[in-house]
């Protein structure tokens, strides 16, 4: 779950859908939303075999899935865990669906399906890409030394730019909460 060491690629695998109904991110802002997660079963099993086989090759580092909270959630919880930074690259996301529905807040919150945040030694990469292929497979970020998550929007700008200590405090204060 924890990413390993800096300078690791961060992989995508699966497809971003504008699929926030019954999201944690709507539900914060009070609403439930139409558009909710569909799996497509044949699609993540093929996957989910791919990246077994990169596993039994040894080319993966770390892999945390995507869930409750989606890029963003998953993306922290990687980076506190590990207790090195990520920097991501929203455009490179994987997409599928009308392009109306591309947003930055889609990208991030969605909670589609079967997708799987991974990431790689630099030496692997060319190997893992291969294993995968390009069926929604995309280099979209970077482990840094920095203990900071930092997302670049669709557009380029840094639309995150947040400390772990302080992702990880938000984080279990919820817990405590409880």
């Not at 497509?40 to 039994?56: K, P």
């Not at 580092?61 to 980076?79: I, N, T, W, Y």
């Not at 991974?118 to 390009?134: K, M, Q, W």
Request: include cysteine.
């Amino acid at each position: 779950m924890d990413v390993k060491r800096p300078g690791d690629y961060v992989y995508l695998l699966g497809c971003t859908a504008n699929e926030l109904g019954a999201s944690e991110y709507l539900t914060m802002k009070g609403f439930v939303g139409n558009n909710v997660p569909k799996v497509d079963a044949a699609s993540a099993y093929a996957r989910y075999l791919a990246y077994h086989g990169a596993v039994l090759q040894g080319l993966v580092a770390s892999c945390h899935d995507l869930s409750d909270g989606g890029l963003a959630v998953a993306a922290a919880e990687s980076a506190f865990a590990g207790g090195f930074g990520i920097s991501i690259d929203l455009s490179r996301v994987p997409w599928k669906g009308d392009e109306a529905g591309w947003t930055d807040a889609a990208l991030l919150f969605s909670e589609s399906a079967s997708r799987l945040l991974v990431t790689v030694r630099p030496e692997h990469a060319e190997a893992f890409e291969s294993a995968l292929g390009d069926d929604c497979c995309a280099r979209i970020g970077k482990v840094t030394e920095q203990p900071v998550l930092s997302i670049e929007a669709i557009e380029g700008n840094t639309i995150v730019s947040a400390e772990l200590a302080e992702l990880k405090e938000a984080w279990q204060s919820t817990l405590r909460e409880l």
